[in-house]
């Protein structure tokens, strides 16, 4: 037991820091006197008093964390933290452990799923709460403690190894780990900032533009409103809301390389740049088309929804600004279909990443000219470079993974009661971090129909997606466990 007092030192460290973000909507509610500071107290101390404890009682073990920690520590995060996130909404609103878990768990993995109603009428301080996780969950907490542990003397690299998203996790940005942990969070802040101020300027009150900057940046999909951005039905707020979408939808890190170098020359060298934004734009003009020829809208009104909801989906957001859940099929689940892999690696989205699907149709045009040229030598190339062999197999395992366990958790959905496209599409919203599916868990409605069990079910595929799949399966193996 005493070889992972490391592990319980870093995760006291970070609880304790948490419980420091609650103070946010805690002074926020004690301005506005919303009624619900009484729940972040005792939320508060909780977390805090944990984490003080934690970190207490395995303060002399001052080692640096190896591999199999920086896993752990990971998993600890994300399943963990979620209980102390959903302490206000079980002390506030009176929800349940598992739909107040849900809802942590949604928020922190930037899924935007909810189980919530009435958010109009709920206590401001809550909804901020909620689009908070978010924010912070957009870049990852396990990167922000590597920009910190340091100075505690907690090393970072393996921590944040396993918790950056994408095949390709070895380059660094910057000689040392907590300078790139800062500057991606430095980038990440300065956009937040420019994105607050822009939907202010479009037309959101200073409350609404923050929350809605939270959930814009972290990819969440979290809204103040029930209707989300139909609550304006402004042409200008999604127009603004677009563009910080797409920028987030994009690697975080060849953002942070163009800033630095003030030259969008980074982008130009991307390989995912321009396949996300070339499938996203052709997306848009094809399902304005279709809602068009089907007679859903006149074609101009057809192209400002779809740009609005097809970027929103396929960036894995999950704003809505209406109900498309009522267009004809074709357009939601191919929008579905994009929240699988258009985001870039490195980006707060969800889904394979854009690298994986790139990789995977070279791979496959690959064997289609070994079938045809049985001697022929045709490397996949990504950027101009070869790809190894290694991430080749890797990838091919993450996409087996991915579809067994799409196909799996639909099973065992349907077998608890749901109708199939209900079942399919809530697994795949999960899994993709993209918040609503179709059917009954559509834009217009909530998760809240769901059964515990359903819940539950839908819990575990947002970590899984959120994690990548190998990261939480690594520490659920036997194997991980022997000396």
Same mark, same amino acid.
């Given at each position: 037991?005493?070889?992972?007092?490391?592990?319980?030192?870093?995760?006291?460290?970070?609880?304790t820091?948490?419980?420091l973000?609650?103070?946010?909507?805690?002074?926020?509610?004690?301005?506005?006197?919303?009624?619900?500071?009484?729940?972040?107290?005792?939320?508060?101390?909780?977390t805090?008093?944990?984490?003080?404890?934690?970190?207490?009682?395995?303060?002399?073990?001052?080692?640096? *964390?190896k591999v199999?920690? /920086?896993?752990?520590?990971? +998993? !600890?995060?994300?399943t &963990? @933290? %979620?209980?102390?996130?959903?302490?206000?909404l079980?002390?506030?609103?009176?929800v349940?452990?598992?739909d107040?878990?849900?809802e942590?768990?949604?928020?922190?993995?930037?899924?935007?799923?909810?189980?919530l109603?009435g958010?109009?009428?709920?206590?401001?301080?809550?909804?901020?709460w909620?689009?908070? *996780?978010v924010?912070?969950? /957009?870049?990852?907490l396990? +990167? !922000?403690?590597v920009? &910190? @542990? %340091?100075?505690?003397?907690?090393?970072?690299?393996?921590m944040?190894?396993?918790e950056?998203?994408?095949?390709?996790?070895?380059?660094?940005?910057t000689?040392?780990?907590a300078?790139?942990?800062?500057?991606?969070?430095?980038?990440?802040?300065?956009?937040?900032?420019?994105?607050a101020?822009s939907?202010?300027?479009?037309g959101?009150s200073?409350?609404?533009?923050?929350?809605?900057?939270?959930?814009?940046?972290?990819?969440?999909?979290?809204?103040?409103?029930?209707?989300?951005?139909?609550?304006?039905?402004?042409?200008?707020?999604?127009?603004?809301?677009?563009?910080?979408?797409?920028?987030?939808g994009m690697?975080?890190?060849?953002?942070?390389?163009a800033?630095?170098?003030?030259?969008?020359?980074?982008?130009?060298?991307?390989?995912?740049?321009?396949?996300?934004l070339?499938?996203?734009?052709?997306?848009?003009?094809?399902?304005a088309?279709?809602?068009?020829v089907?007679?859903t809208?006149p074609?101009?009104?057809?192209?400002?929804?779809a740009?609005f909801?097809?970027?929103?989906?396929?960036?894995?957001?999950?704003?809505?600004?209406?109900?498309?859940?009522?267009?004809p099929?074709?357009?939601?689940?191919?929008?579905?279909?994009?929240?699988?892999?258009?985001?870039?690696?490195?980006?707060?989205?969800g889904?394979?990443?854009m690298?994986?699907a790139?990789?995977?149709?070279k791979?496959?045009?690959?064997?289609l000219?070994?079938?045809m040229?049985?001697?022929a030598v045709?490397p996949?190339?990504?950027?101009g470079?070869?790809?190894?062999?290694?991430i080749?197999?890797?990838?091919?395992a993450?996409?087996?993974?991915?579809?067994c366990i799409?196909?799996?958790?639909t099973?065992?959905?349907?077998l608890?009661?749901?109708?199939?496209?209900t079942?399919?599409s809530?697994?795949?919203?999960s899994?993709?971090?993209?918040?609503?599916?179709?059917n009954?868990?559509?834009?217009?409605?909530t998760?809240?129909?769901?059964?515990d069990f359903?819940?539950?079910?839908c819990?575990?595929a947002?970590?899984?997606?959120?994690?990548?799949?190998f990261?939480?399966l690594?520490?659920?193996?036997?194997?991980?466990?022997r000396?």
């Amino acid at each position: 037991m005493q070889r992972y007092y490391p592990v319980v030192r870093v995760f006291g460290v970070l609880l304790t820091g948490f419980a420091l973000a609650l103070l946010v909507p805690w002074t926020f509610s004690w301005w506005i006197d919303d009624g619900a500071r009484s729940a972040y107290d005792e939320a508060f101390l909780l977390t805090f008093g944990t984490g003080v404890s934690l970190w207490w009682f395995s303060r002399r073990e001052t080692h640096d *964390l190896k591999v199999r920690d /920086g896993f752990l520590m990971v +998993v !600890l995060v994300w399943t &963990v @933290l %979620p209980v102390f996130a959903a302490l206000p909404l079980i002390l506030q609103l009176g929800v349940s452990f598992t739909d107040a878990y849900f809802e942590a768990v949604s928020g922190l993995t930037t899924t935007g799923s909810t189980v919530l109603s009435g958010l109009d009428t709920m206590p401001p301080s809550i909804n901020l709460w909620r689009g908070l *996780l978010v924010w912070l969950g /957009g870049m990852g907490l396990i +990167v !922000l403690a590597v920009a &910190v @542990l %340091p100075l505690l003397g907690i090393g970072g690299r393996q921590m944040f190894k396993a918790e950056t998203p994408g095949p390709m996790k070895d380059s660094q940005l910057t000689p040392r780990m907590a300078q790139t942990a800062k500057g991606l969070w430095g980038v990440y802040l300065a956009v937040s900032i420019a994105c607050a101020i822009s939907l202010r300027w479009a037309g959101m009150s200073w409350f609404d533009a923050v929350m809605h900057t939270f959930s814009t940046m972290g990819l969440g999909g979290f809204s103040s409103h029930d209707a989300s951005f139909g609550y304006w039905d402004s042409p200008a707020i999604e127009a603004v809301t677009i563009v910080f979408m797409l920028l987030a939808g994009m690697n975080f890190a060849t953002l942070f390389l163009a800033v630095s170098g003030r030259s969008p020359r980074p982008y130009l060298h991307d390989p995912e740049a321009g396949y996300f934004l070339g499938v996203t734009a052709l997306s848009i003009v094809g399902v304005a088309i279709y809602l068009d020829v089907q007679g859903t809208y006149p074609f101009l009104t057809a192209l400002r929804h779809a740009a609005f909801n097809v970027v929103s989906i396929a960036t894995t957001t999950g704003f809505a600004s209406v109900d498309y859940n009522l267009w004809p099929a074709f357009a939601p689940l191919w929008m579905l279909f994009l929240s699988s892999f258009a985001t870039s690696a490195g980006s707060t989205g969800g889904g394979i990443k854009m690298i994986r699907a790139i990789i995977l149709y070279k791979q496959v045009y690959r064997e289609l000219v070994r079938a045809m040229h049985p001697s022929a030598v045709w490397p996949v190339r990504v950027g101009g470079a070869p790809v190894p062999q290694g991430i080749l197999t890797a990838v091919l395992a993450f996409g087996f993974a991915y579809m067994c366990i799409i196909v799996a958790l639909t099973l065992l959905m349907s077998l608890s009661g749901l109708d199939i496209v209900t079942a399919f599409s809530a697994v795949v919203a999960s899994i993709n971090n993209t918040g609503p599916g179709l059917n009954q868990v559509g834009p217009a409605t909530t998760y809240e129909v769901l059964t515990d069990f359903q819940t539950w079910i839908c819990t575990i595929a947002m970590l899984l997606g959120r994690l990548e799949i190998f990261t939480l399966l690594v520490v659920l193996t036997p194997a991980f466990w022997r000396r």
